[in-house]
């Protein structure tokens, strides 16, 4: 029996809230703003944050209810300018600052794009120079780690994509770090005589491992060990798999662009991500809207302030460009992720 393990991943992604809440404070940002309202190019030149930086805090600081945006802009919030201003008898910030230290000032910095000269990121394109995922010891520890994973989620996700494209008989899984979702499309989808993984070497150096070691059939597993920058094979559907949220939208829309340029007319992109929330209906809604939000600024830190979530209609903004749009209602799958469907404009059925 496969386990959700969310209550898990909350334990762990919550303490992203509270380097959030310590770094409001260390930059007195609620005292910043004060009365203030401000588009959100105006309050990210206002910290000089970058603008992938700025996307992701300021979506967290929404759901943690410290800033409020509406069509005029990003305003402080009632509740943040009682308990988290200077010179406020109802102040809690003498208290909740306690015990802010170094971490703290480091976020800073990357939010504002500085980062250690000797920091190296955690991928990049193939020609871009050395990563953390050319470090084979540490690059074990987290192709292992990410493909515990996507070894609970492949399964729904593969019979959501079946759903889908029941006669595909081609399937190329983009930035694919382990074969588990290979492995449950092929059993899903009856008709389909081929998965290829592609990505960088360094990112795929451990799949072969792992399909050794589970014993996977490997006689309709092909490996592209390529830049997905530069081109993909051509496949009858596509399917990302937490890839899009390790790269800001510029290249997340290469990705998109290089799919494009090799789907057939009738293929389908499969995105399977979980999707940031800044709005939400309930306590239980909420309590998803932060798990999503803390997650997007763990990506944010983990490479280097290049990735994070991206809200539904941002997604639907990145592939509308290439000409593509959403096929069908958003699948939910298992561990916070949810698989959105793709077709050419002219042959989507909504």
């Not at 309050?43 to 409020?68: D, H, N, P, S």
């Not at 871009?128 to 990410?146: K, P, Q, S």
């Not at 009856?190 to 150096?205: A, I, T, W």
């Not at 799949?207 to 050794?212: F, G, L, N, P």
């Amino acid at each position: 029996m496969k386990m959700d393990a969310a209550r898990f991943y909350a334990l762990l992604r919550f303490e992203e809230a509270s380097l959030a809440l310590r770094a409001v404070m260390r930059m007195r940002l609620v005292d910043e703003i004060g009365d203030d309202n401000l588009s959100h190019s105006a309050l990210r030149e206002k910290f000089g944050f970058t603008e992938q930086a700025a996307r992701t805090f300021f979506a967290l600081l929404q759901v943690m209810e410290i800033l409020q945006h509406t069509e005029d802009g990003h305003s402080v919030t009632p509740l943040a300018a009682e308990c988290l201003a200077d010179g406020v008898a109802s102040s809690r910030k003498p208290y909740l600052s306690m015990g802010t230290g170094d971490d703290v000032d480091a976020f800073i910095d990357l939010l504002r794009g500085k980062h250690p000269d000797d920091a190296l990121p955690l991928y990049s394109g193939e020609d871009a120079g050395e990563t953390v995922m050319d470090n084979t010891d540490v690059a074990r520890e987290i192709a292992i780690g990410l493909s515990s994973r996507a070894r609970n989620f492949a399964q729904p996700l593969a019979a959501a994509v079946a759903t889908k494209a029941a006669s595909a008989k081609t399937l190329a899984d983009v930035g694919a770090g382990s074969p588990y979702v290979a492995r449950d499309c092929l059993n899903a989808m009856p008709e389909l005589q081929k998965v290829m993984l592609v990505d960088r070497v360094n990112g795929m150096q451990f799949a072969r491992e792992i399909m050794d070691t589970e014993r996977i059939d490997a006689s309709r597993i092909e490996f592209h060990e390529g830049d997905f920058f530069n081109a993909v094979p051509k496949a009858d559907v596509y399917v990302l798999s937490n890839t899009a949220h390790d790269w800001r939208p510029p290249e997340y829309s290469v990705i998109i662009d290089h799919i494009n340029a090799s789907m057939p007319e009738d293929g389908l992109i499969c995105i399977h991500e979980p999707i940031l929330m800044t709005a939400w209906k309930n306590d239980s809604e909420w309590l998803h809207a932060l798990w999503m939000a803390c997650y997007a600024q763990t990506l944010l830190r983990f490479t280097l302030g290049e990735g994070t979530c991206y809200k539904l209609e941002e997604h639907h903004a990145i592939l509308g460009k290439a000409g593509f749009e959403p096929s069908g209602s958003p699948v939910p799958t298992s561990d916070g992720c949810t698989a959105l469907f793709y077709q050419r404009a002219d042959r989507c059925e909504n």
